[in-house]
Every structure is written in C-alpha cells, then in structure tokens.
C-alpha cells in the first residue's frame, strides 16, 4: 500500500524531511508551500502552492487526496497555518504530526528583551534613534514605520513592498544560512546597535545572536505564538522515526 503524506512546508527542516520521506517506496509524499517566496528553492519532491482556504479547505484536500498522515512541519511562527492543520486533522481523522524545533534560550553574555509580537519590539527599541538590523522577515516589517526615528537595516529573502514608509531604510536581500562570522560583519559595517529576531531556533539564523552576543549589541526577540497541541517531534530525524513507526507493517496490523 501506497502511504499520501502531506508536509506543510516553508521551512528547510520540512525540505529535508520530505526528501527523507520520499526516499521509501511505499510513501507518496507532497509538499505544500504558501506560495510567499518569490523563487523557492527547489524541494525535490512533487510540490503544491498555496492556502487551502482554511481549516475547512485543507480538510477538502485531506478527504479528496487520500491523505493518510499531515506533518504541519511549517515555520513556528506560522500560526494560522498550524491552528489550520490541527483542526482539519481533527475534522478528517487524519493523523498530524508537527515538526516543532526548540526555541533559543539565552546564554551568559546575551542581551535579549522580549517581546510578544512586532509592534511592541518597535515599541521596545525606545524613542532615541539607533541603528536596527530588522531579521524578522518582510511580511511583518511594516510595525516598524510606528517608530519612524531609527535606522533600518532589513533583511529578508524577497524586497519589502511597498517599501517601508521611513526616512532611513535599506533592504537587504539574502537567504540564509547565516555564519556567525559573516553576521559580525554585518553588525559591525552597517554600525548595528539593536537586533530584532524571532525566536526561530535552529542553527541557521542563530549567528546573529552569537555575534550580537560578541559585540554586546541588545537584541529584541519576539516570543513564539501559541501553537495547537498535537503530537510533535523536535529534528527531521525524530519525525521520520515517527513515521516510519506509524507505518510500520508490524504496527499497521495492530499486533
Ligand atoms: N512566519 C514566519 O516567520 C515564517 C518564516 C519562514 C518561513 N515561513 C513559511 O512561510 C509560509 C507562510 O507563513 P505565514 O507566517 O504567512 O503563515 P500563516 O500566517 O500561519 O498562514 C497564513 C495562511 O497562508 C497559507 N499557508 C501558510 N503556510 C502554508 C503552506 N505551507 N501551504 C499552503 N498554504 C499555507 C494558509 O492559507 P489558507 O488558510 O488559505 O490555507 C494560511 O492560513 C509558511 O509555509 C511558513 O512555514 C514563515
């Protein structure tokens, strides 16, 4: 028997989980993509692009694609998408497993505030003008023309448009992974004094932390949001061993 898995994607775990997946006979794996990045890398596996149309619209697609297991191995701070996944799930039957990859914590040296969501990080940055590597994405930059008076320095994978309505804004244009060498160059170019970075975890994004850490620069993390309770597992390799667990003949006849 064939297993349909569909991976909700948008994140390089879910890539090498779905290269990892496809690699056994006996699965048909799908990833799904939202469709925000301009020109995604390639996945390796049979793609689809776009929103579902809800919780209701996913369950559609798990009833009408056959789908046997729902891996919600996107982004954390993808909420809606995870709510999503959860729900239509729990409407289809269909068993999910989330990808959940720890947090960062801070360490001795580190300089983190926090703060639970963007508007208040700009809130955060205080009224003096400073120098503020923006790492959050584009799709939430716009918070930040609440605090008009800083310098901006915004990274992100694709341009931010419109464009971010301050005095004093440059896109950077670039996709991770980012050594903590390079991000220390960065900081020190572009005379950085304030970080703004999501609470992504991993190692690829976390060189910022390190360097800011380096150079005693302050860093505005935003707190993850709530995510739905459904079981998890935290690597790529941790969630394949479910799976394969969950598929396992032995364990499909219930003995
Ligand atoms: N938020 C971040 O910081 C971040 C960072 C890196 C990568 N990403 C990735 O970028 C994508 C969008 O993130 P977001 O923050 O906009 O999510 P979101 O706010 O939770 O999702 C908004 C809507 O986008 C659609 N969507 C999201 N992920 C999808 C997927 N993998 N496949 C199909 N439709 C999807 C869904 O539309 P419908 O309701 O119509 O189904 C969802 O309701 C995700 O795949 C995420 O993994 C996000």
Redesign the pocket.
Known sequence: MTHRILI????TE?RQLAGKLARRKDFSVTL???G?TESPVAQGVPVRV?????AE??AVYLSEEHVHLLIDA??P??????A?AAEAAQQTGVPIIALRRPGWEPVAGDRWTFVDGVAEAAKALGMAPRRVLLA??R?EAGAFEAAPQHHYLIRSVDPVEPKLAVPDAVNLLARGPFPEADERALLEKHGIDAVVS?NSGGDATYGKLAAARALGIEVIIVRRPPLPDVPSAETVDQLAAKVDHLFDPVAERGV
């Open positions: 909700l994607g948008g994140t879910a799904s993509l939202a925000r776009g929103g579902f149309g809800g619209g996913l996107t982004h701070y993808a909420a809606r998408m995870s999503n959050i994405g799709q999501k």
